[in-house]
């Protein structure tokens, strides 16, 4: 079993930055996989990035490439999710994800067999 806690969502103004927080617990692997993901009102859950758990693979959505950089947190067992130049658009509630043993796409949802509770971000224009 792992659980997972983010923390870090807020408002921001367009063109500024956030750091969201993900902490794990529980029986994890170095071969696994943490993701985020969004989901906007009104729409499908959204893949932003992923990071193999041993820190050194890492995987992006086109639309937070450059913007965006997922990477170990400075906390142990932790996963932070550094966002950059902020639009309204990425306004959503972020879930960060745990692949456990079922493999597969990391831009996929099903691939993640544990979540988080989400947090909420909005960018005002």
């Known amino acids: 079993q792992v659980q997972l806690v983010e923390s870090g969502g807020g408002l921001v103004q367009a063109g500024g930055s956030l750091t969201l927080s993900c902490a794990l617990s529980?029986?994890?692997?170095?071969?696994?996989?943490v993701g985020w993901f969004r989901q906007a009102p009104g729409k499908e859950r959204e893949f932003v990035a992923a990071?193999?758990?041993?820190?050194?693979?890492?995987y992006y959505a086109d639309s937070v490439k450059g913007r965006f950089t997922i990477s170990m947190g400075y906390a142990k067992n932790t996963v932070d999710l550094q966002m950059n130049s902020l639009k309204p658009g990425d306004t959503a509630v972020y879930s960060c994800?745990?692949?456990?043993?079922?493999?597969?796409?990391?831009?996929?949802?099903?691939?993640?067999?544990?979540w988080g509770q989400g947090t909420q971000v909005t960018v005002s224009s």
């Open positions: 529980g029986r994890t692997f170095s071969s696994y996989a």
């Open positions: 994800a745990y692949e456990g043993a079922r493999g597969g796409s990391y831009y996929y949802p099903g691939t993640y067999e544990y």
């Open positions: 990071i193999r758990w041993n820190g050194y693979t890492t």
